[in-house]
Structure formats: structure tokens, C-alpha cells
């Protein structure tokens, strides 16, 4: 369906696109709906693709196989299409009804993409899980930023309206690669909203924790400093923030930024303050030792229980 009318050419269509998953679910159109938005506001075109289900490629291979030429249409796709000519979007659309495998289809067409977006969970998902199978997966895969809509129930909407709210950073100085605060001040950017950057670290014991081991043999304090030297530490970690974000922001001056440094676990903080937040980003995390991707344990968290869209940015590929 890429040669739909919504296709014409614009200034915008040399641009890295917006590509969204849809399925015909609930789901699939708040992802629609905010990447649409995403699209508008970075002038970005859109692609929306349907994987088409299994029954429908199979019938098709079976027309085809008696030598027939199969018409057998795309009808969530249509629908979809219909829609969005009544709304009259400002950038231009193309539509994509793809075979496969759902994950592998959608992460060919996002190849070279600015964003892939894909709601919470599919229209075969059940309704207790908070995330369904295709965004986990892609979460891991995507060869772009992800970027998983969550269901109406978790979505704390901020004043304003959907467009609304600052981006919400998880960044580790020495772990998180580059491509994640560039793309959350680019966001930042585009929306015009403050940047957040948030940084957690884990403090040692205090002195009065360490208890006498049962042992005399296991009564050696641990090679770590204490958090009586807490000030120090966290002084130490905004240095080591603060270094690490400057380079982005002499790049995106525009953008206000807000560092946060703080002792604790990243996810309960990123998790809360993604009420009020428009965006949450956060680093993939990391390539297995042989080779597998791998989401990171803060990732995965706060794809679960995050109240806001959340992009997952991958590392660049290797070499």
C-alpha cells in the first residue's frame, strides 16, 4: 500500500521517518495517535505498518501456489488509512502491509528509521500483562529507538495535554552509550520541554550497619567507602553527570536542562516521575557475551510499570 495518495512527496519524505506498528487493537491506536503527533511536530513522514495475520499471508501463498492472483485486502490496514485521510495529517503518510514474522517485519521496515513506535500490547494480548511479547522482543531488536505506548489505564496524562511534560532521562555516566542523551535532547528539543536527567547510584553501608560477622573470619569491613562520605559521593557523581551532558548541551543550548543526582535504585525515581513526564528514555543495555541482546534490568523495569511513552535507545552497532 505504499503508493496510497497520503504518499506524496514533501520536503519532509527524505527525512528519517516515524514507522508505528499497528494491528487494529486499542493499543495499536494510541501508538498511531502518538506517533502521528511525534511525526507533526519533528517533520518527520510517517509509515504505518500492519504485519498481516498468519491466516491471510497462508491464503495468499495458497492462491498464488494455484496459480491464481490473490486480492485478498489488508483490512486493518484500509481502515487505518481511512482514518487518517478524514484527519488530514500534516506530513506525509505511507503505508506498509507486511509478511513475516510480526517482531522481524516490523524491525525491516524501521531499519534507517528515526523511531519505531508499537503500543503496550497487541490485540492477542491478555489483559493482565502489562507488556506483550512483540515490544519485549523488539525492545531487545529494534534497529532504532523504540518507543512502547502505554495502555489508557497506566497513562497519567500531564497538564496540558499529550504533547505535554518534560523528557525524563535515565543515564548512567560511565554505562549509558552516547546515542541515548542524544536522542533525549533532540526530543527535548523538538517538543520544546525541559530535559531531566537523572542519575541513581547505590551507597555502601554506613559504619553502624556492619554488625560483627558470626565469625571473626568474616569480620573484615568491606573495601568500600562509607556513607558518612555520602556528600562526597554524590558530589563525585554530578561531576562525573555534569561531564558526561556537556557536550549535549553546548549542542542543544536551547534546551533546559535539569540534572538529578540522587542515592538509590534509577528505577523507583524514573518510575514516579514518569507521572508527570511526556517522555522516559533510557538506554538498551546490553550485548550478551555471545552475542544476543540483551534489555537491561532498568529497562525492562520501567517499560512495565512506567506511566508514560518510553523509548529504549540502542547502542550503535559494533565496529
Request: proline share 11%; with cysteine; net charge negative.
Amino acid at each position: 500500500m505504499s503508493d496510497h495518495p497520503l504518499a506524496r512527496d514533501t520536503s519532509t519524505a527524505h527525512r528519517p521517518p516515524v514507522v508505528v506498528g499497528v494491528d487494529g487493537s486499542e493499543h495499536g491506536l494510541r501508538a498511531l495517535e502518538w506517533a502521528l503527533g511525534t511525526a507533526e511536530s519533528t517533520g518527520s513522514p510517517l509509515v504505518v505498518a500492519h504485519v498481516r495475520p498468519e491466516e491471510l499471508q497462508l491464503g495468499t501463498a495458497r492462491i498464488e501456489s494455484l496459480g491464481g492472483a490473490p486480492e485478498l485486502p489488508d483490512t486493518v490496514l484500509n481502515g487505518v488509512a481511512a482514518g487518517m485521510e478524514r484527519r488530514g495529517p500534516r506530513v506525509p503518510v505511507r503505508y506498509e502491509s507486511l509478511d513475516g514474522s510480526v517482531t522481524d517485519a516490523l524491525a525491516a521496515v524501521a531499519r534507517g528509521a528515526r523511531l519505531l513506535v508499537t503500543g503496550s500490547r497487541g490485540r492477542g494480548g491478555f489483559a493482565s500483562l502489562l507488556l506483550g511479547s512483540t515490544s519485549r522482543t523488539l525492545a531487545a531488536s529494534a534497529p532504532c529507538p523504540l518507543v512502547v505506548v502505554p495502555h489508557e489505564a497506566r497513562t497519567a496524562v500531564p497538564e496540558g495535554g499529550p504533547g505535554a511534560g518534560r523528557v525524563l532521562m535515565g543515564l548512567h555516566p560511565e554505562e549509558s552509550p552516547d546515542e541515548v542523551p542524544a536522542f533525549a535532547f533532540e526530543e527535548a528539543h523538538h517538543r520544546g520541554v525541559p530535559l531531566e536527567a537523572v542519575t541513581a547510584f547505590r551507597l555502601p553501608p554506613s559504619q553502624g550497619a556492619l554488625l560483627a560477622a558470626p565469625s571473626p573470619a568474616l569480620q573484615v569491613p568491606p573495601p568500600l567507602p562509607l556513607a558518612d562520605d555520602a556528600e562526597e559521593l554524590v558530589r563525585g557523581a554530578e561531576r562525573e553527570q555534569e561531564e558526561r551532558l556537556r557536550p549535549f548541551a553546548a549542542r542543544w543550548p536551547d534546551v533546559e536542562l535539569r540534572p538529578v543526582v540522587v542515592p538509590g535504585e534509577a528505577v523507583g525515581r524514573l518510575v514516579e516521575g514518569s507521572r508527570d513526564a511526556g517522555l522516559l528514555v533510557v538506554g538498551r543495555h546490553h550485548r550478551h557475551r555471545l552475542g544476543s541482546l540483551l534489555v537491561g534490568s532498568v529497562a525492562h523495569a520501567v517499560l512495565h510499570e512506567a506511566h508514560c511513552p518510553v523509548a529504549v535507545v540502542p547502542p550503535a552497532p559494533a565496529g
